[in-house]
């Protein structure tokens, strides 16, 4: 499955360079076999953001992408959408990614996040619980939207997230980039029409083999 991350990130065009982040040796030496960098951290790290700005610290560069291990599906489309608002917007601090729910039982499913974005463009919270909450249907549905595990950090930004606490509500939920949300850091959020599918549970693991499965054999 990390091969087929590390490809994918590698096609997008944003990037200057890619490796993984990882404290597990067998990780690494799989990553070295089929030819990608890889940098080994501490297995400290409680969440990936903190094992991100250990690499960051010693990187010579502006900004710095956070794609997980288990996206194999991931466009590299989707990436060059997360990065593109840095070139144009040098207040730009952090962005990531959401896409519209099409199916309303996405909603009360706790693995999939769920955001809700102000009129200017800025993620205002994450749940896994449906939200918002629609107490009176009859004044019409907004839109809902999921959030794409996907992020994009200036390196200055992404070093001060890692040196703080974690907070109450990023604990609750265990969303880390609520973290960023507590301690006043803006995310952009960016509107995308492709679909990302992280691999949390054995019944995922068994879907993505599926739609792998033809590109294998073509």
């Given at each position: ?73 991931i466009d ?28 309303r ?100 693991l ?13």
């Amino acid at each position: 499955m990390i091969e087929h991350v590390y490809r994918r990130v590698s096609a997008a065009r944003g990037l200057s360079d890619v490796l993984v982040a990882t404290d597990d040796l067998r990780i690494a030496t799989r990553v070295k076999d089929f030819g990608g960098k890889v940098r080994l951290t501490k297995a400290t790290h409680e969440t990936g953001t903190d094992r991100l700005a250990e690499v960051a610290a010693s990187m010579d560069c502006d900004v710095v992408v956070n794609v997980q291990g288990d996206e194999p599906l991931i466009d590299p489309r989707a990436i060059d959408e997360l990065v593109a608002p840095f070139a144009t917007d040098p207040t730009v601090q952090m962005t990531t990614l959401f896409r519209r729910i099409q199916d309303r039982s996405e909603l009360n499913n706790p693995n999939i996040t769920k955001i809700v974005v102000d009129r200017a463009g800025f993620a205002m919270y994450f749940s896994r619980s449906p939200i918002p909450h629609i107490r009176d249907p009859r004044g019409g549905w907004p839109p809902l939207y999921r959030h794409i595990g996907l992020y994009a950090y200036r390196r200055s930004v992404l070093l001060v997230l890692a040196s703080l606490e974690p907070t109450p509500l990023e604990r609750a939920e265990s969303l880390e980039q609520l973290r960023a949300l507590e301690h006043g850091i803006r995310i952009t959020a960016v509107e995308t029409q492709y679909e990302s599918f992280g691999v949390d549970t054995p019944e995922d693991l068994d879907q993505v083999r599926r739609l792998l499965a033809p590109q294998a054999s073509s």
